[in-house]
């Protein structure tokens, strides 16, 4: 039996500790233990974060090894290689799936009942990597996927109309990268199509590619921050805390997480980011958005090209 009350995280590069430093102020879990091929450096984030658990509800928050995994209710993978400036998502699926095929055995080692989300990019692919590496339930295998995308084109959207972004309702599917794509025939604010309050927001219609620009700003974020300070961290790190809200509070709320299709918008045998509904149990039902028939080609497109990496690995 596993504890939903204890999180694993593996991983301590910046996005693990990102995430454990936002989880430790959640009040989600009542212990996290970090695991890194470096130990001591897990180790040290661990004592740092602890130093601050006299402000913030009870936690045991540690070092651990695979072994500690064995009650774990949600393990966190965010180990890989970092994304660097002039490199793709996909650039890196080599290098991570070959260290996923070291991490996953371990897990499974000591652990088969828990829930497993994948932070580490390219993130599809390495859920689906995962799903088949561990022999797990299809419903307790999940990407982080595209939530972090849609946190952004809603922020974006916000900003552009001035209004509180948790108003905006829209959602980025497809490949957590470069081949991602806005539902845009489903955007709305507050119930109201986004080109209605566009009018209403700023007295006119919006601009004739305002629409492929701030999709284009979306796709070239992460780029942008990894230009400027080297990596992402903390849009993530909230984005998973969102996720694991989601799960320990059986919300049962729908996020565009990634997990395996068989026939939802006619794909098969792939994972990819679209809103899907996320309990206790894990993946509970993938909402079915209606498309236009080009947002379901350049959906059709995305796909194609994960399953033509997945293709080349050695599974």
Not at 147 to 165: C, E, F, N, T
Not at 233 to 261: F, P, Q, T
Not at 287 to 293: F, K, P, V
């Amino acid at each position: 039996m596993v504890d939903m009350t204890k999180c694993g995280i593996i991983g301590c590069g910046f996005v693990g500790t990102s995430i454990a430093f936002s989880l430790l102020q959640s009040g989600l879990f009542q212990e996290i233990v970090l695991l890194d091929v470096n130990n001591d450096k897990a180790q040290g984030e661990a004592m740092d974060l602890s130093h601050g658990l006299s402000f913030s509800d009870p936690m045991d928050i540690y070092a651990g090894d695979y072994c500690d995994l064995e009650d774990t209710g949600i393990i966190i993978i965010t180990a890989g290689a970092g994304q660097k400036p002039g490199e793709t998502r996909l650039d890196l699926v080599h290098k991570n799936v070959e260290i996923f095929k070291k991490i996953i055995p371990q897990i499974t080692k000591y652990n088969k009942e828990a829930i497993l989300l994948v932070v580490s990019n390219p993130v599809d692919i390495l859920t689906y990597v995962t799903l088949q590496l561990s022999g797990y339930p299809e419903h307790r295998v999940i990407g982080s996927g595209t939530v972090l995308d849609s946190g952004r084109l809603k922020y974006m959207i916000g900003k552009q109309l001035a209004i509180d972004p948790r108003s905006v309702h829209s959602f980025v599917i497809g490949e957590h990268g470069d081949s991602e794509l806005v539902a845009w025939s489903c955007t709305n604010i507050s119930g109201v199509p986004f080109e209605t309050m566009c009018h209403l927001r700023s007295n006119r219609s919006p601009e004739p590619n305002y629409r492929d620009d701030l999709e284009e700003d979306v796709k070239q974020s992460a780029y942008e921050i990894i230009e400027k300070k080297g990596f992402t961290c903390y849009g993530v790190a909230i984005a998973v805390k969102r996720i694991c809200e989601g799960i320990v509070g059986d919300e049962h709320c729908i996020l565009s997480v990634s997990s395996i299709l068989h026939g939802e918008y006619g794909m098969d045998e792939i994972c990819i980011g679209v809103p899907t509904v996320l309990g206790a149990t894990g993946v509970e039902d993938i909402i079915t958005l209606d498309l236009s028939e080009d947002e379901q080609k350049d959906l059709q497109e995305s796909v194609t090209e994960l399953k033509e990496v997945i293709a080349g690995l050695d599974l």
